[in-house]
């Protein structure tokens, strides 16, 4: 790379916003996620009409049937793959924006 064009990188950096943001020590400090960023589910339970198609449709045993006729999701063995979406015909069902979804005990990852 020649000198000068080196220098005018250097320069444009300067002057840029930095395209990383500190995270770690600021937390509220969030990278924006795309439209159609797959985070954690969310459920409307009020919506659902325990139908039940989700579970059928889950290929990874994330959904079960409560006795209340509704459902509920096992968020750990979930993969993201939006199918209970497509399928819920009440839309009950969304992939939300959150991606943290790390916690001490795995029972705060049972949606309901
Ligand atoms: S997103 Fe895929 S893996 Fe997760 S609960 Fe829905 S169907 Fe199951
Ligand atoms: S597919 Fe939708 S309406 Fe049917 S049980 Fe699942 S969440 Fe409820």
């Known amino acids: 790379m020649k000198l ?5 990188n250097v320069l444009r950096a300067l002057f840029q916003r930095p395209v990383t943001v500190q995270y770690l ?5 969030r990278v924006p996620v795309p ?3 797959r985070g954690k589910l969310a459920y409307d339970r009020d ?3 325990g139908c039940l198609l989700c ?10 049937a409560t006795v209340e006729k509704k459902v509920k999701f096992d968020v ?3 993969m993201f793959c939006g199918q209970c979406v497509e399928i819920c015909p009440k839309n009950a069902i969304a992939l939300s ?4 979804i790390v916690v ?3 029972e705060e990852l049972v949606i309901q």
């Open 4 to 8: 000068g064009c080196m220098l005018r």
């Open 25 to 29: 020590t600021k937390p509220e400090e």
């Open 35 to 37: 439209e159609r960023f």
């Open 47 to 49: 919506a659902c009409i």
């Open 55 to 64: 579970i059928r449709t889950c290929p990874s045993g994330v959904i079960t």
């Open 76 to 78: 750990v063995r979930c």
């Open 97 to 100: 924006s959150e991606f943290e």
């Open 104 to 106: 001490d005990n795995k």
